[in-house]
Nanobody, 122 residues
Framework: VQLVESGGGLVQAGGSLRLSCAAS????????MGWFRQAPGNERDFVAV????????YYADSVKGRFTISRDNAKSTVYLQMNSLKPEDTAVYYC????????????????WGSGTQVTVSS
């Protein structure tokens, strides 16, 4: 599975962005898909994950109520809608895929994209 993120950019605090992650390869619908982020000097942190069916989603406390993860299996794409952005959301955002069940642990993911930069100005 190859993953390519898009949709990052520069936005003012309070604004919105929608990230996309397009997958190529077989069996996209069998993968749980996650979003992680990494700010300079920090670890790569969990943001959100969605099950293969889209029926289950989980979020980091820091983004709950502001971010929404969704997927379109027909398009082999997962999205991250980010609203009410804050300067502390500034990071490189990565999508990742893992077989079967959802997880918040980055070590459990099998495939990663190269990331897209999100910068939120105050």
């Amino acid at each position: 599975v190859q993953l390519v993120e898009s949709g990052g950019g520069l936005v003012q605090a309070g604004g919105s962005l929608r990230l996309s992650c397009a997958a190529s390869g077989r069996a996209f619908a069998s993968y749980a898909m996650g979003w992680f982020r990494q700010a300079p000097g920090n670890e790569r942190d969990f943001v959100a994950v969605i099950s293969w069916s889209g029926g289950s989603t989980y979020y980091a406390d820091s983004v709950k109520g502001r971010f929404t993860i969704s997927r379109d299996n027909a398009k082999s794409t997962v999205y991250l809608q980010m609203n009410s952005l804050k300067p502390e959301d500034t990071a490189v955002y990565y999508c990742a895929a893992k077989v079967e069940w959802v997880s918040t642990e980055k070590e459990e993911y099998d495939y990663w994209g190269s990331g897209t930069q999100v910068t939120v100005s105050s």
